[in-house]
T-cell receptor, first 109, second 113 residues
Framework: GQNIDQPTEMTATEGAIVQINCTYQ??????LFWYQQHAGEAPTFLSY??LDGLEEKGRFSSFLSRSKGYSYLLLKELQMKDSASYLC??????????WGAGTKLIIKP | IAGITQAPTSQILAAGRRMTLRCTQD?????MYWYRQDLGLGLRLIHY???????GKGEVPDGYSVSRANTDDFPLTLASAVPSQTSVYFC????????????FGPGTRLTVL
């Protein structure tokens, strides 16, 4: 079966760094996405990885290891506005997104 | 219109009633999707359309139908609503079915009593 695993909830301090992990098992693989979703709002795209390695975009970075079926999202210099759910999703061989349940990130002052 | 719009924003519906959720995009994207999002679960794909005139079933299609008469509109119909269809429904679109990014509408919160 297809499965995405990520922690349900994490807590971090404003100004700190946090890493949100995601493991995936899919039928085929065409890339790994991270989306941000604030409470009551729609998901918005953060990053896409299809090759192994680290992609950096400002305060956010995303890493992929295809051989391990593993990705992480790294958030630096945390701000209160980063409090949100972070959704990991893998694109399978049919180009359909398989979604994790999301990690709720709580930022404390 | 800018991006994707959905209507209604929220709805309370009696079980057994028919309901159509509307979705319109102005980005001329070929591919469109309907998801439901339930607490503790990931987004689950209900139906999708890779181009106008074609549709396909996702992970949880039972009880739902869609049509894609043109590029911009992708309505989702519940023929006879049941309480288990209480959820938040998101419509999304992408340039093509193999595109890197999906753009989401604001969602419709549906409660079936």
């Amino acid at each position: 079966g297809q499965n995405i695993d990520q922690p349900t909830e994490m807590t971090a301090t404003e100004g700190a760094i946090v890493q949100i992990n995601c493991t995936y098992q899919t039928s085929g693989f065409n890339g790994l996405f991270w989306y941000q979703q604030h409470a009551g709002e729609a998901p918005t795209f953060l990053s896409y990885n299809v090759l192994d390695g680290l992609e950096e975009k400002g305060r956010f970075s995303s890493f992929l290891s295809r051989s391990k079926g593993y990705s992480y999202l790294l958030l630096k210099e945390l701000q209160m506005k980063d409090s949100a759910s972070y959704l990991c999703a893998a694109l399978d061989s049919n180009y359909q997104l398989i979604w994790g349940a999301g990690t709720k990130l709580i930022i404390k002052p | 219109i800018a991006g994707i719009t959905q209507a209604p924003t929220s709805q309370i519906l009696a079980a057994g009633r028919r309901m159509t959720l509307r979705c319109t995009q102005d980005m001329r994207h070929n591919a469109m999707y309907w998801y439901r999002q339930d607490l503790g679960l990931g987004l689950r794909l209900i139906h999708y359309s890779n181009t106008a005139g074609t549709t396909g079933k996702g992970e949880v299609p039972d009880g739902y139908s869609v049509s894609r008469a043109n590029t911009d509109d992708f309505p989702l119909t519940l023929a006879s609503a049941v309480p288990s269809q209480t959820s938040v429904y998101f419509c999304a679109s992408s340039e093509t079915e193999t595109s890197n990014e999906q753009f989401f509408g604001p969602g419709t919160r549906l409660t079936v009593l």
